[in-house]
């Protein structure tokens, strides 16, 4: 299932809804990620999202930087669970499609398991029956969101504590991983894994999991990179056309997708000068093509993990 970038409630009340909202099919399943506290507004942009076709809605509780604190909310609204499942009750209320959060495992230095122990279960509670965890602290002042990502240890051990006292919730993990192995060793034990930068940085990382974790055939037609790529430059086609994107605002999310392949820095050198911008996109990836090895044995392409 993918996830979308946090949108907070005030973006969407008070802003272009349509454009925060947009996604394409092939996205699904995809669950709309929302910031806010409001349980009135956080009811009124669950409405939005499911009236706009998306499958699932997930509240932030997870992210720490300061402008999320000062909005109240992300990762400060650890501090209070009963606002949390206020705001849940209030979304579960309002749609039919299911209400998820995302959270850490404290806050600051609240290092105990019993502070993420009794989150989970006042918003459970509240009708929330998914929880997705980053099983770090998040520090809500001295660390910038990158550092949150990284310097705070990684507990595992108190997500697969909370699987054990609510074997009746689904509970997925998130933070540090890395490698399929990694997921495999998870699942063993939860219920489901969140990929988050590495599904960015090396997405061909996804290429296994139909196979391997859902049992689906890996045989037939298969995928490479370069059929990956040239897909990639028809969307941007299509998205100058639609709304006159351009096309490295979308290329630049894509750089991954030869990580660790011969070429790869000279292929994301193309894609990424700024000098190029004026030329249209098939013709940047025609330049890029000059640096890339094209796979010979086509590679099966999966949909991303379900948690």
Known sequence: MLYTEMVTTGALIHGNAAQHLDFNEE?????????????????????????RGYDEINLNCGCPSERVLRGAFG??????????????????????????VKHRIGIDRIESYDFVRDFVGTV?????????????????????????REIPPLRYEL???????????????????????????????????????????????MTEWDARF?????????????AVELAMVDYMERAAAHDGAPWYSIASHMLGLRHGLHGARKWRQVWSDHRLKPLPAREVWAMAQAHVTVESEPVHMDECLRA
């Open 27 to 51: 996205e699904h399943p995809v669950a709309l990620q929302l910031g806010g506290s409001e349980p009135a507004d956080l009811a009124r942009c669950a409405k939005l999202g499911e009236e």
């Open 75 to 100: 990762a400060c609204l650890m501090a209070d669970a009963a606002l949390v499942a206020d705001g849940v009750k209030a979304m579960v209320d309002a749609v039919d499609i299911p209400v998820t």
């Open 124 to 148: 459970a509670d509240a009708g929330c029956r998914v929880f997705l965890v980053h099983a770090r602290n998040a520090w809500l002042q001295g660390l910038s969101p990158k550092e949150n």
């Open 159 to 205: 997500v697969v504590q909370l699987k054990r006292d609510f074997p009746h919730l689904t509970i997925a993990v998130n933070g540090g991983i890395t490698t399929n192995e990694q997921i495999a060793s998870h699942l063993r034990q939860l219920d489901g894994v969140m990929i988050g930068r590495e599904a960015y940085h090396n997405p061909w990382v």
């Open 214 to 226: 859902y049992g689906e055939a890996s045989d037939g037609p298969g995928l490479t990179r370069e």
